[in-house]
């Protein structure tokens, strides 16, 4: 099994979520971070008034699947977050070692 951490665009979620859907990826946790790369953030007027904003709105992506599917989740979050500009973002792949449902004490692939 494996655990990819997806850091993407907020208005890409949906894009993304609906192409994983298409694959039988069932589940994922979703959350809004802010943070920054390459990219350091950029500047913004508020009231006459410039300031450097540092941290930059993104979402968490955290989703578990079974080893065949890694490569095509992958494929299908690099081609729908795609935007082909700086900050589109990251992904993190980790083995995971096990995955029960709480409710039925499934565990492995079942799991998931």
């Given at each position: ?10 208005f ?7 192409a994983?859907t298409?694959?039988g ?8 971070v802010?943070?920054y790369?390459r990219?350091?953030?950029h ?17 968490k ?13 992958l494929?299908a979050?690099m081609r ?13 792949v ?19």
């Amino acid at each position: 099994m494996k655990y990819i951490i997806a850091i993407i665009k907020p208005f890409k979620l949906e894009d993304v979520r609906e192409a994983l859907t298409e694959l039988g990826i069932q589940g994922m946790t979703i959350c809004e971070v802010k943070g920054y790369g390459r990219q350091k953030g950029h500047s913004e007027l508020y009231r006459g008034a410039e300031y450097e904003v540092s941290f930059l709105p993104k979402t968490k992506m955290e989703i578990a699947i079974s080893d065949d599917l890694l490569e095509p989740a992958l494929d299908a979050i690099m081609r729908t977050a795609d935007t082909g500009k700086v900050g589109d973002g990251k992904l993190f792949v980790f083995e995971l070692l096990q995955a029960v449902r709480i409710r039925t004490r499934e565990s492995g692939d079942d799991a998931l």
